[in-house]
C-alpha cells in the first residue's frame, strides 16, 4: 500500500511552501507576538483566503475546491513550518469539518460557502477550564435556542465570527452553532504562552443558537468524531514544525565553529540531531497513516488519529526543545527564533486534548480492535 502523496499533491506541497516562506516570515510572526492590540497577520490571512485554502477540503456546490482531505493535511503541514498566525485550523479543521459531517443541508448551504470564501471564521468552543469537557461536569446549557456559560480558553476566539458550542442540554450535550457578533455574547482577549495564536474568554448570557444537524443530545458523539479528524490535521501541521526545527539545528551545526570545526562534527550534537530525526520519522509515519483513513473515512480512523496525535506531539516539543539546545547560549534569546517553535509546540500539544487524552483513546482504540 502507498501511502505517499501524489504528483499533484506534491506541487501543491511545493507552491504552498513558496508563498509561505516568501509571505510568512519570522517578522511577520514576530510582529503579532511582540504587538498586544494585534491578534493575527491580516495580510497573509486576506492571501490564503483570496487562494481558496480554506475551502480546499469543502466540495464544489458548497463554495469550496473540492479536493479532498490529503490536500489539506498537505496545507497543514506548510502552515506548521512557517507558525503560521491565522486563524486557519479553527476554521477549516474544526468549524467546516462540523458542518462537513453532521450539519443539515441548510446548514451547510448557509456555512460552508462563507467559511470557504473566509468571510465566516470558525472556532471551537469546548473548554470550561482545566479538564476534559464532559457532559456531566458542563456549565454551559442550551436550551430553547439559547446558551449561557462560559468558555475559555477559545482558540481563535476573538477572532471568529461564529463558534462551535458543546452545552448541556437534557441529560445529554449538544453543539450549538452561535454567531459572536449576536446579543448576550462577551468576549475577551487572554494571554497564553502562545500569542501568536490568540485566545478569548467568551461569556454567553442567553445567546441565540441553532442546533449543528438533527440529533439533540448527541454533542459527545459529535465531538469525538470531529476531534479524530482535527487531530490528524494538527498533526501534520506540528510534523511540519518539527521538520522546520531539526532543519534550523541541522543549519547552525554545521555554521557554528568550536575549537576550529563546526559543532556538528561533535558525537554529542550528531545524537541529538539523530534522536530529533527519528522521531520526526515516527511522527511522519503516523501522520501519514492518519491521512489514509481520513480521506478514506476508514475504520481505523480513531485509532489512526490516537498514533498520530501522540507522535506529532512528542515530536515537536522534542525537537523544539532540543533545537534550542543545539544553538546553545544563542538558542534561548529573544531575537533567535527556536522560542517561536518552542511556544507552538507547546500550545499544539494541548489543544484539542492533550497528549494524554490521546494516549488513553489510543489504548481504548487497540484494546477494542483486539477484542473485535
Same mark, same amino acid.
Given at each position: 500500500m502507498d501511502f505517499d502523496f501524489s504528483d499533484d499533491q506534491k506541487f501543491l506541497r511545493d507552491e504552498a511552501r513558496k508563498f509561505l516562506e516568501a509571505q510568512c516570515t519570522s517578522a511577520v510572526v514576530r510582529n503579532v507576538l511582540d504587538n498586544d492590540d494585534v491578534s493575527h497577520a491580516e495580510d497573509l490571512w486576506k492571501q490564503v483566503k483570496e487562494m481558496g485554502w480554506l475551502g480546499a477540503a469543502i466540495p464544489e456546490e458548497h463554495g469550496g475546491l473540492g479536493l479532498g482531505m490529503l490536500e489539506m493535511c498537505v496545507i497543514a503541514e506548510e502552515l506548521g513550518r512557517v507558525l503560521a498566525p491565522i486563524p486557519f485550523s479553527s476554521s477549516a479543521f474544526y468549524f467546516a469539518e462540523a458542518i462537513k459531517q453532521f450539519g443539515t443541508d441548510a446548514q451547510k448551504s448557509a456555512y460552508l460557502p462563507k467559511i470557504a470564501s473566509g468571510e465566516f471564521v470558525g472556532c471551537l468552543a469546548t473548554s470550561e477550564g482545566p479538564g476534559d469537557s464532559d457532559a456531566a461536569k458542563l456549565k454551559t446549557g442550551f436550551s430553547s435556542g439559547k446558551v449561557s456559560g462560559t468558555k475559555l480558553?477559545? =482558540? &481563535?476566539?476573538? $477572532?471568529?465570527?461564529?463558534? !462551535?458550542? !458543546?452545552?448541556? &442540554?437534557?441529560?445529554?450535550?449538544?453543539?450549538? $452553532?452561535?454567531? !459572536? &457578533?449576536? &446579543?448576550?455574547? =462577551?468576549? =475577551?482577549? $487572554?494571554?497564553? !504562552? %502562545?500569542?501568536?495564536?490568540?485566545?478569548? %474568554? $467568551?461569556?454567553f448570557d442567553g445567546a441565540a443558537a441553532e442546533l449543528l444537524g438533527n440529533e439533540v443530545g448527541n454533542g459527545m458523539t459529535q465531538l469525538d468524531s470531529i476531534l479524530n479528524r482535527a487531530a490528524i490535521l494538527v498533526a501534520f501541521e506540528q510534523v511540519g514544525g518539527a521538520s522546520r526545527c531539526l532543519e534550523m539545528a541541522i543549519e547552525y551545526a554545521n555554521e557554528r565553529q568550536a575549537f576550529g570545526r563546526p559543532i556538528g562534527g561533535y558525537q554529542a550534537i550528531k545524537h541529538k540531531l539523530a534522536d530529533m530525526y527519528v522521531k520526526n520519522e515516527v511522527a511522519r509515519s503516523n501522520a501519514y497513516y492518519g491521512a489514509w483513513a481520513l480521506s478514506t473515512d476508514a475504520a481505523e480512523l480513531p485509532e489512526a488519529a490516537a498514533a498520530a496525535r501522540v507522535a506529532a506531539s512528542e515530536a515537536f516539543w522534542f525537537a523544539s526543545k532540543e533545537n534550542i539546545q543545539t544553538h546553545g547560549g544563542m538558542g534561548f534569546t529573544w531575537e533567535v527564533d527556536c522560542h517561536l517553535y518552542y511556544r507552538r509546540a507547546k500550545l499544539l500539544s494541548v489543544q484539542a486534548g492533550a497528549p494524554g487524552v490521546w494516549k488513553e483513546k489510543l489504548v481504548t482504540a487497540l484494546e477494542r480492535k483486539n477484542a473485535a
Open positions: 480558553p477559545v =482558540t &481563535d476566539g476573538d $477572532i471568529a465570527t461564529h463558534a !462551535l458550542v !458543546l452545552a448541556k &442540554d437534557g441529560s445529554g450535550a449538544s453543539m450549538a $452553532i452561535v454567531a !459572536l &457578533d449576536a &446579543d448576550g455574547v =462577551t468576549r =475577551t482577549p $487572554i494571554q497564553t !504562552l %502562545e500569542p501568536t495564536r490568540s485566545h478569548a %474568554e $467568551i461569556v
